[in-house]
């Protein structure tokens, strides 16, 4: 049988027509939604409600009042986003009867911060956090952190319009201080499947401005009028599980918009909570969560004070533009020991008209005063993490797993109580100086 090759003309013709035929089944995005369609959430709090349910809070942004444009639903207005609240037995109920309140769909594929109340991440987060991996839209890099509570820090007003982006400028710009770190979803879910090491969280409890000179364009500011004078921070103890702390009552951001009152406004302290689990059982604070952060190497950036080699009446400015940490694990006795070294680059940036290195020997003198600052540092924030909070957020647990399996199956039942807080950590640190003349010629 003779097999004759179709010509160039058919086969054009028969690809069309596939072609063609294959139109229908190209109809595009099945979910597909239009902008004026979407309700963008920028960021959710969570907090325990009554009778055992959950108290949801969600920042939904208005893009007419951000972009200034006319053409979106809400153009013109000044409320830059709009919170709502719902009480559930789960998030995904609660999410489901804000939705029956909210003309457009809820969208949480741009959620940018998720903010845990202390008062329920004292009861496990564990729940919630299966529910933020159950949705394939919200990122892994979502930055989550822990609040005195997750609604009332949405409700507060901050400088940025946006609570949300406010946050995220916070824990941006905070991690150069050198006392807190950013953390998101993917870290939180990894130091709670991965043996031997503790979550954390960037801590934050607010702290309400009762005086704040307000002053119009062209008046004068006295130098001698307080600017901010802080309370103590807000606590969710104090409140009934669930409700808002009384100074920072749901606020109608459409009325706040129409009136020319200033309202207070709040400071963020920013810290560490440790967990245990997926339960918070304690925070780190200023030095204390620097010496966390020393020991894991995550201080990127910190201004320090020692005294001057020289004359110790007076001190010096030291900024750490880099540091690193190493941990490796001893165990070749009954109780595993830890060897800790941390390296630090740091330079001048204020000391004395005539300070002067003297040949390198003061530059060894204040090199050593620093490091001796940063292992008593530490030192504390261990005493701390070990004796209280009994929670391995070092991650020495893990240094013992990766080195020596089976022994950690025999140590991991009672690692973090019994074990963890007894654990000998030698910790040396070695401090690089370097720009530490002096500048000016006297």
Known sequence: MNYTRPSIGMRFVCVLMAALLALPLLSGCWDRHEVDEIGIVGA?????????????SLEMLNPGALTGGTGAIGAGSK???????EEASTIA???????RRSPRSLSLGQVNSVIFGQALAKQGIGDYIDYLLRQGRVRRSVFISTC??????????????LPSRAL???AQR???????????????????????????????AGRRTDDVVIKKQGEDVKQTEPAVVLDEPITAEDEAPGEVPVDSPVLDPLKQAGTAEPLFPLTIHLGIGAFKGDRLVGFLDGIDARGYLWAVGKVKQA??????????????GITVVRSSASTKPFLDESLPRMRLEVR????????????????????????????????????????????????????????????????WRQLEPTWNDEVFPKVPVEITVKTRIRGSGALLKQ
């Not at 109920?93 to 939705?99: C, F, T």
């Not at 005195?148 to 319009?161: A, C, H, N, V, Y």
């Not at 320090?304 to 007076?314: A, Q």
Request: net charge negative; proline share 6%.
């Open 44 to 56: 959710m709090g969570i907090d325990p409600g009554t009778k055992s349910r959950v108290l949801i």
């Open 168 to 170: 995220e400028g916070l």
């Open 174 to 204: 905070a991690m150069k201080s050198g006392k807190t770190t950013r953390v998101t979803l993917n870290e939180i879910v990894f130091a709670l499947e991965e043996p031997g090491i503790e979550p954390i969280t960037m801590h934050t």
């Open 344 to 407: 630090v680059d740091c330079s001048v940036t204020q000391a004395s008209m005539d300070f002067k290195t003297g040949g390198g020997k003061v530059v060894d003198r204040l090199e050593s005063e620093v490091s001796d600052l940063i292992q008593e540092e530490i030192r504390e924030s261990l005493r701390i993490v070990q004796q209280e909070f009994k929670s391995d957020i070092y991650g020495f647990g893990r240094r013992v797993w990766q080195a020596r399996p089976k022994l």
């Open 93 to 99: 109920n609660a999410m489901s009867n804000i939705q």
């Open 79 to 85: 409320v830059a986003a709009w919170v709502f609240h």
């Open 148 to 161: 005195d509570t997750g609604s009332g820090l949405l409700q507060r007003p901050f400088i940025e319009p």
């Open 303 to 316: 201004d320090m004070e020692v005294p001057d080699p020289t004359d110790p009446s007076r001190t010096i």
